[in-house]
């Protein structure tokens, strides 16, 4: 067990490495595309651009450069955007982070108690109208795009409805920290958690709707009910508690895609300043050094993700164990 | 109720094909089948597109159009009217007429025919959508099947390449590989790709998809390979090459299909959502995508501009999962490819 976990981390790093080097062969060394150029922006001479080249180290060879890159970003902390001169890269990243975590965590519960009520419903009424309606609604969820819904959500609670009775509540876009107003940052993201939510409830529910059916069918269910117990708790007791590891797996790694930049269509859509809004305002301005700090961010999040999902898997599933 | 007289003799007949199998299950699916003439309309509604333009709403959709004016229930109206809101100030574009004829959706903030864009911009979504999945599709089943066909070093090697692809979230791939080859022109070799092309955000959404597609089917090739007919073919001396076209790729091919409905539903969100960015199709193209963006500024005045794109993209999404659901219930049911 120990030294699979020890592997398990080995590959980690490894893959951490992987990514690390792809997202910065795609920002500094694609073919026809000068990063110096972007710095020192349109129209620049040819002795800005050797000054600037000179100035960021990039007319080194690659491996130093990606070396010079890894120690600004990880060890002396002290990589500064290109746009903004002087703003450090790291510290604003960081401050984003609470912001993307409020969005994402709201967004996990509601879509976790969502997911398992459609999906134990329509399990349970299997082949009913109840069953079919849910899954149409969940269907139907996962085809929107969640920016548009996003749209649509701002339309009618900050402008259609907003005077009546039912959204005169909802604050104008934004974020209110948690720790200054708890009500108002409830409220500021009351509407975003929904939106984003909306996609993984239909998502989910369907998912674990088939689990539940294929689980219901398995010769421990058969010998649940033969000792007598009722069918409701066979159905939350034996047949949901196997089909929640498959729940837990996909639960960790849509939660670190999301935090790892999924989320930032619904942070630009209702103007939250987290980590997705911070890459799309650096892609906006081109800021190279933001844009690769928040990608590697997100990148090592959706690693770690995965691995904490692989451990929690071995320890909720002991075949799982030495499968690997 | 005793009835002894034995059972009519069936005819013989030939065994049906497993394809006859699918496309029998198919036919009885009605949502698939209500799905699939859904998809056809508006398939066939968006290669109408210049019909439309030319006929219906009669103005150029890729054209600027500040000053034009127009005649609704016989009255003169400017495409762009004076606002009516707040202070008065500035321009708002002329809302739905609901009629079929010029502005039936409104225009946009340069007066252009929101309607005819629909439809303009529909064919670039979907030809986005169809090309990024052929090209995923070819290369993530050559990448699968060279993996999981000649095992070894080949198979590790690759595996560890998609390791990475596959752990880079997928969104953010898109995002770097488009503000990267978008702000300027790339050369590859002799050729030269216009940063304004249709083929980047195909290459770039075909591309970050092939882990997702080769994985499984490198797992599946695996899986083939240590099957009984495959021993058998071995065993009477067939040649690998045989082997790989008479008895793996005919496997493949119908989880490729399952593959099919499902890629393209993915595809249309991530296009929409780069040209929501502004690192998908550009200007003076246009895509349901980007309309929703022409639509954010005018969200609350006129919100039909990003309404109409946002429910088209819906129902073609909805659809394509609906039919896509039933393809994979009648070609390999027992398959759990996740859509998502």
Redesign the interface.
Known sequence: MLFALLARLGQMVLVMFGISVVAFLIFFATPGADPSARIAGRNASQETLQQVRHDFGLDRPLPVQYALMMKRLFVTRDLTSFVNRGQKVIPTVMNAIPITLSLVCGAAVLWVLGGLVVGVVAGATRGSYVDRGLMMLGLAGISMPVFWLGEVANLVTQSRWHDTWAFSWVPALGYVPLSVDPWGWFKALVIPWTVLATLYVGLYGRVLRASLIEMMQEDFIRTARAKGIGETRVLLHHGLRTSLVAFVTMFGLDFGALVGGGALLTEVVFGLQGVGKLTYDALQTLDLPMILATVIYASFFVVMANFVVDILHAILDPRARDAR | MTDTTPPLPEKARAAEGPWATAWRRLKRDRAALAALAVLLVILAACLAAPLYATYVSGTNPFATNLNGTITVDGKSRDVLEASTEGLGLGLTPIGPTWQLGPYMLGADNQGRDVAARLLYGGRNSLFIAGAAAVLCLVVATFVGVVAGFFGGLVDTVLS?IL???W??????LA???S???I??????GPFEIRSGSLALPIVIIGVVYIPYVARPIRNHVITLMKSEFVTAAVGLGASPWRILWVDILPNVVTRIIVFVPLML?LNM?IE??LS??S?GVQPPDASW?TI?QD??GL??SR?AV??A??IA???T??AL??FGDGVRDALDPKS?V???
């Open positions: 560890r390791d990475v692809l752990a880079f979230p997928i969104f953010l995002i770097s590989l503000i990267v080859l702000s300027q022109p790339l050369l590859i539903a969100i929409s959502a929501f960015l690192i995508g929703i639509g954010q969200l609350y919100p990003a309404l794109p946002g993209i819906a129902v999404v909805l999962n609906i759990t996740r859509i998502g």
